[in-house]
């Protein structure tokens, strides 16, 4: 490719309100451009390295015997309210209707199309395992796109689905995905770290994720160094201190003015903040049938401990939740600042699980300015649920060994699930087994974003002066550059590299010397060769590594060879 012929330039300056370093680069250097808030088109070179990209994972789905099919982007709303998740996903999910007014789904995952494929394909358990796979946009109305790729509306997704007739069946498949996207990334030189979640709308019994670790990501990973404990803190489990043994004391009601916050409180009352109860009011949305309805949650930990909504919402089975009005709270008697679950009704109670061997803990009066010392769980109120919904911090004890927890930040490239029979009985899914009994389909789903992981890619290769690119995934392998007095010599070293195979950027154009090679930096293709009255004078071809300073000289009629030998050993470095 001629960059005088090249669709797209590079540009001196990335637009303003650019924050992430990827995506300046992807910007400037001519992969991406914007159309929208989170909606990107991807120029010549972008599409190239995505194609790359896909490549390598139809190799790997390949290996594990996966069948690429394609399935639509847009969905009748029909198949979306026959799983029940129409009902549940709020603002992200993309409706419309068509011009019959029949309501449609832009694809946001595609479980339920796939499911319906499988009701109408799979009927014995001679069909089974199976796998399928496609590579295909997706739209989530995030309504915080940002970071460019990273957190975008439309997007590309690789999507892979099992389909077996037992959870042993499934287990295998779970674990060959989880091997085969280290082999991707490894691939794709991209280090990441898969590390237990939370299955949120996908549903299912386990989950993981795969994060590339940076200070850009929102998601938060808590991690253990002496045993590779490695959790979201979406789902991160800790281990919680015991309370010290003691008996019931009778129940106190104190003036505690001015106290409306644990740190004020423990500090008043001279007691340390374990010794509280820390209550939060939020409102779930929860489903009955199609509809949904809200719900009070009177939520409570330690006071030494912060809650985990997620895991609150797991708990209670909510598709949302919100932090309570003052005005709701007060209904149902309980004052904001200083609630308790004493004497209230017509709330969900629900206890983080260190709440029941913890006795004697100071609440809320549901009176202002007045707390109860000597509240127990059992004997002055009673839990709806009793769950783990604290939310593990940096320090935290390890649930495995005990040691402390840190925390780095993440951005989710790709992420799978165990779904077991969620969707294939809520669709009618079913296999007939060896006795002739109708089974629902055992299934997983794993998904890889495309686009996010490019971006990535963009912050992990990268120096001051540009993109650093992979051989694996680069658009081209070899930069070309022709400087005045190299011209003819760089068109026939152009052609000569082309018919050998290689795949060349050739910067044609009449520009100056520094535009060319800061050009070459900008775009970051992994070698560079330079034609030029002088490189010609000294013996040949500059050439350069993209993240080396040296250069060296190559004869002109071996250059096609050095080339050849200089890709073969980058690939196997890879």
Known sequence: MKMSQLFGRTLREAPAGVE???????????????????????????????????????????????QEIKMPVVHPAAIWQESGRWYKIDDEMGRFRDKNGRDMVLAMTHEEIVTDL???????????????????????????PRA??????????????????????????????????FRMYGRFSLPVIAVEADAGMMGGSLSHEFMYLTPIG??????????????????????KSVAASEEMQPIEKVATPDCKTIAD?????????????????????????????ERLVFAIVRGDMDLNETKLANAVGAVGLRPSTEDEIRAVGAEPGYASPVGLAGVLVVVDEAIPDSPNLVAGANEAGYHLKNVNLGRDYTADIVADIALAEVGAACP?????????????VSNIFKLGTAYSESLGATFLDENGRPQPIVMGSYGLGLTRTLACLAE????????????????????????????????????????????????????????????????????????S??????????????????????????????????????????
Not at 218 to 239: G, H, M, P, S, W
Not at 400 to 412: F, P
């Open 265 to 293: 409180l423990a500090q008043f009352l001279n007691i340390p903040a374990a010794k509280t109860a820390k209550v939060i009011f939020l409102t779930a949305t929860m489903m009955e049938g199609q509809e949904k309805r």
């Open 460 to 531: 992990e290769h990268r120096d001051e002066y540009g993109l650093i690119w992979p051989v694996s995934i680069a658009p081209y392998q070899v930069h070309l550059v022709a400087l005045r007095g190299g011209e003819a010599a760089a068109d026939s070293l152009y052609a000569e590299l082309r018919e050998a195979g290689i795949e060349v950027l050739y910067d044609d154009r009449n520009e100056a010397p520094g535009v060319k090679f800061n050009d070459a930096d900008l775009i970051g293709l992994p070698l560079r060769l330079t034609v």
């Open 20 to 66: 992430a370093e990827s995506h300046r680069l992807l910007l400037r250097a001519g992969f991406i451009r914007p159309l929208a808030a989170g909606i990107f088109s991807y120029l010549h070179l972008g599409q190239r390295t995505l194609q790359k990209m896909e490549t390598i994972i139809r190799e790997e789905m390949d290996s594990l015997a996966g």
């Open 148 to 181: 460019g790729l990273i957190r975008a509306r439309e997007f590309t997704m690789l999507d892979s689905y099992t389909l077996d007739a037992d959870e042993a069946g499934l287990d295998k498949q779970y674990w060959d995905h989880y091997e085969a996207y």
């Open 533 to 574: 009255k002088r490189s010609l004078q000294n013996g040949g071809v500059e050439t350069k590594l993209r993240w080396e300073t040296e250069r060296q000289i190559v004869p002109l009629t071996g250059a096609v060879a050095y080339v050849q030998n200089q890709i073969q050993a980058l690939q196997l470095d890879a």
């Open 218 to 239: 929102e998601d938060t990973i808590l991690l253990c160094e002496e045993c590779d404990y490695k959790a979201n803190r979406q789902t991160a489990v800790f281990q």
């Open 400 to 412: 495995n060994c005990g040691a402390a927890l840190t925390a780095v930040r993440g951005v989710e």
């Open 118 to 144: 499988t009701r109408r394909e799979i009927h014995s358990y001679r069909q089974l395992p199976q796998m399928v796979y496609h590579i295909q946009t997706k739209w989530r109305d995030d309504p915080r």
